[in-house]
Nanobody
């Protein structure tokens, strides 16, 4: 049974950093692309960063490039999202998800069937 569990969400001041973790089980890392998505109240879910472990291909949402970094620990079956320079507009529920999306479209939420329960990130002074 495929399972994903997020952790690491918190309240942080603007300019601060957080590292989100997504522990997964029920599949091996190269089998699925794994991504981070977020949803703010009243807004659609959007892809933040996704990684295809088999190819190393990664995607980043334009507004988080140079601030967020996706990485994986293959030994521990964990995907991380390091978030630096956080802004109030980064406030959202963050989810990790896994599936086999099209190669040229790694981070579209509707292409993912397996989701974690989410972790809240709030950026506020």
């Amino acid at each position: 049974q495929l399972q994903l569990v997020e952790s690491g969400g918190d309240l942080v001041q603007p300019g601060g950093s957080l590292r989100l973790s997504c522990a997964f089980s029920g599949f091996t890392s190269p089998q699925y692309t794994i991504g981070w998505f977020r949803q703010a109240p009243g807004k659609p879910r959007e892809g933040v960063s996704c990684m295809d472990p088999a190819t190393g291909h990664t995607y980043y949402l334009g507004s988080v490039k140079d601030r967020f970094t996706i990485s994986r620990d293959g030994f521990k079956n964990i995907i991380y999202l390091q978030m630096n320079g956080l802004k109030p507009e980064d406030t959202a529920e963050y989810y990790c998800a896994a599936d086999t999306p099209p190669v040229n479209s790694l981070c579209v939420p509707s292409d993912y069937d397996y989701w974690g329960q989410g972790t809240q990130v709030t950026v506020s002074s």
